[in-house]
């Protein structure tokens, strides 16, 4: 399987996660009882009108980057048109930015308390660095600097996908209690996506190609 069309089964399992996390969060469960019902030990209460607000926002913004990031990435045609490619790329920005902030605001109410709330807090640093590099890099000319950032800034994407599936793997395979199984989950997705970014820009400079996933 060449990166092209391993690029294209990941974004087709993703878009359906994607649908299916904006059915669930807007349609079948829009007041998150079943994801709160697992918080517990707070130290602060929850303004939950507020909270779920912020859960909106973060969750629209997320597929707002989830799918800017694609087109840009996904074939080599969209970067003819130079000026599509930069204003996907500022909506991308942007996007990263709501979600950043959302995320600092429900990070406190994390399930799994401080260490989840830590890592995620975390997270929203390392992402809003990592896209402001990119930035800075393509600004400055360096094109395959910017495609190096990028890669790292958009494996963050996934995020959400990813602590899902391993939460299958610690929670329903492994018999981990949600609070246990969520905060490995957490920890977990977000040192996989790093790795796994920083072997995608190794494999392509190995492999010689220029852009990804054309």
Same mark, same amino acid.
């Given at each position: ?89 500022? =909506? ?38 990592? /896209? =402001? ?31 899902? /599936? @391993? ?6 395979? @492994? $018999?981990?209690?949600?609070?246990? $199984?969520?905060?490995?989950?957490? =920890? ?6 790093? @790795? ?19």
């Amino acid at each position: 399987m060449n990166a092209k069309t391993a690029f294209r089964l990941l974004i087709t399992v993703s878009a359906a996660f994607i649908f299916w996390m904006l059915l669930n969060r807007f349609a079948v469960d829009p007041d998150a009882t079943d994801f709160l019902s697992h918080k517990t030990n707070l130290t602060r209460s929850i303004n939950l009108p507020v909270w779920l607000t912020m859960l909106n926002v973060h969750v629209v913004f997320a597929c707002l980057a989830f799918v800017a990031g694609a087109i840009n990435f996904a074939s080599a045609k969209f970067r003819k048109y130079r000026k599509l490619h930069c204003i996907l790329g500022y =909506v991308y920005i942007v996007a990263v930015l709501v979600v950043c902030l959302t995320s600092g605001y429900m990070a406190p109410f994390a399930t799994g308390g401080k260490i989840v709330s830590i890592a995620f807090n975390l997270l929203n640093i390392l992402w809003i660095f990592i /896209t =402001v590099s990119a930035y800075f890099q393509i600004r400055q000319g360096r094109i395959e600097n910017h495609r190096r950032w990028m890669i790292r800034s958009y494996a963050f994407c996934f995020t959400n996908q990813m602590i899902h /599936t @391993l939460m299958l793997l610690f929670i329903d395979v @492994l $018999g981990m209690s949600f609070e246990v $199984g969520y905060t490995t989950s957490v =920890v977990g997705s977000i040192v996989f996506l790093f @790795l796994a970014a920083e072997w995608i820009i190794r494999r392509l400079q190995v492999g010689g190609g220029p852009v990804p996933f054309q």
